[in-house]
């Protein structure tokens, strides 16, 4: 199983992917990475990208797919995960209509709980991924933590995203540390100062060292390097942030 080597979420990197996606997985490689978090196929089957990426040498950690997918096509979705190798399905974001009270992330997580069922049984591990708005308060609570009470732990992980949890106020730290044990996928983001906005890991306000400590502590599995904006050419971004974990012994094998 992986010990939390580095992976790269392919959204980072998605204008250079949309006009040459195996081009840019080559330069993901030529770099350091081990491999990809993937959000799409770029127009692929599962057997033929599976054989591009052997050829480069990169392996799937993981892959987002839209709830409406997981809900409608969970059994193609399942099947090219078992093609691709990939142990990690996630669901990566939740649309505003059904994220507006408690009682919807209480319905959600029973959805989830479906979802990530079905995949467990087909051998796959199943994710939520957050972003600020989880973190808004219902009261005393959370929807985040509504889902990690509510979903059964045999079914359903998370992916914690250190950026959106400071956006939202929270420590990305603490976080991590009360999901302990359900976290084995981490998106590793750094945040700029004054104007919050994304920079390269290592290169922001975010005390990476203490987060990698949580996650290893956490029994993060990976870690995931994920930048949504980019204010200098995305893959001098991806480099720098790959540099510089492997300056902290983070970078993969």
């Not at 009270?101 to 319905?107: E, K, P, V």
């Not at 904006?229 to 510089?244: A, F, K, N, T």
Request: charged share 20%.
């Amino acid at each position: 199983m992986a010990t939390n080597p580095l992976s790269l979420q392919m959204y980072t990197l998605r204008d250079l992917a949309a006009t040459d996606y195996l081009g840019t997985l080559r330069k993901v490689k030529e770099i350091g990475y081990g491999a990809v978090e993937i959000a799409g196929f770029s127009g692929m089957s599962a057997a033929a990208l599976r054989r591009e990426l052997d050829a480069i040498g990169l392996v799937v950690s993981g892959a987002h797919v839209p709830i409406q997918m997981l809900e409608s096509q969970l059994d193609a979705i399942i099947a090219d995960m078992q093609t691709l190798g990939a142990p990690y399905l996630i669901c990566p974001w939740m649309p505003p209509e059904r994220r507006s009270s408690a009682n919807d992330y209480r319905s959600l997580a029973q959805v989830l709980n479906s979802i990530g069922a079905t995949a467990s049984d087909a051998g796959l591990s199943f994710c939520y991924h957050h972003h600020d708005f989880e973190l808004q308060p219902f009261g005393d609570t959370t929807g985040m933590h509504i889902l990690l009470n509510e979903c059964d732990p045999r079914c359903v992980a998370f992916e914690i995203d250190v950026y959106w949890a400071a956006y939202a106020g929270i420590d990305p730290v603490q976080l991590i540390n009360e999901f302990a044990g359900r976290v084995p996928l981490v998106h590793l983001k750094d945040m700029t100062p004054g104007h919050r906005t994304f920079a390269e890991v290592g290169y922001g306000t975010l005390d990476i060292p203490a987060i990698l400590q949580a996650a290893r502590a956490a029994g993060a599995q990976w870690f995931v390097v994920e930048q949504d904006i980019c204010q200098r050419p995305p893959l001098e971004s991806v480099r720098m942030s790959y540099e510089y974990l492997k300056s902290l012994g983070a970078a993969s094998a």
